[in-house]
């Protein structure tokens, strides 16, 4: 459970004061306050492929059956992110289920079976238009045991079944488009996905710390 202070945390007893962030023996983190110089320029990092983050994001799941969604939705949610703040469109045949870790790989998830069987159902319904699909996890593949009529329409090349293992391999497929690996500069290559992610996270920091200055050059105090 992190917290964010000016080199405090809570004890028992009351807030304590730390020198430095260090990790406690209760598994709290110290988190400290950013600077006034970063606070001011979040862009003078020295590190400028990390710019300062200034993003809330809200998302809603129209034909959601319940008030909390798992884990099983969370690489779902980050292409959904990923295609707003890049401003790059999804297609709409194929179906996603994984769940994500800190490191934008892909964890296995339950019922795979399941929600493909459901999405093909769904699909073979409206259609089969030989574009339609699912990707699911790479870690999941071993555990497939889906009907005959799944498998004769993969075989068929009327259903797809994309296994992966990153974010970057799913956003690509779902897109059509390169992600772009990061160069030694911190920088992606022009056009890429991650390119147009970071330049649009970029303009969202500096019209953010434009807001908060007042004219004179002084931070503008925040209520």
């Not at 606070?39 to 319940?66: M, N, W």
């Not at 296994?163 to 391999?169: G, H, N, R, V, W």
């Not at 497929?173 to 920088?187: N, P, Q, Y």
Request: proline letters at 9%; glycine letters at 10%; aromatic letters at 6%.
């Amino acid at each position: 459970m992190p917290l964010a202070g000016e080199g405090q945390w809570m004890t028992a007893r009351g807030p304590k004061r730390a020198l430095l962030p260090r990790p406690l023996r209760d598994g709290l983190q110290v988190l400290p306050t950013p600077s006034r110089r970063s606070a001011r320029h979040p862009l003078a990092d020295p590190r400028p492929h990390l710019p300062y983050l200034s993003l809330t994001a809200s998302l809603v799941f129209e034909q959601s059956y319940g008030g909390i969604e798992g884990d099983s939705a969370s690489s779902t949610e980050l292409y959904a992110l990923l295609s707003a703040i890049g401003a790059v469109p999804l297609t709409q045949s194929l179906a996603v289920t994984g769940s994500v870790n800190q490191h934008v790989e892909v964890q296995p998830i339950g019922g795979v079976n399941e929600k493909i069987e459901g999405f093909f159902e769904v699909c073979a319904a409206r259609g089969l238009s030989g574009e339609q699909g699912v990707l699911i996890p790479q870690a999941n593949a071993k555990d497939l045991m889906l009907r005959a009529p799944v498998r004769e329409a993969v075989q068929d090349h009327q259903f797809y079944i994309y296994p992966f293992a990153t974010i970057d391999e799913g956003m690509e497929r779902l897109t059509g488009e390169a992600m772009g690996k990061r160069r030694g500069d911190g920088t992606y290559p022009p056009g890429s996905i991650n390119e147009r992610v970071a330049s649009h996270l970029e303009r969202f920091a500096e019209e953010r710390t434009e807001f908060q200055m007042s004219p004179d050059g002084h931070d503008a105090p925040l209520s």
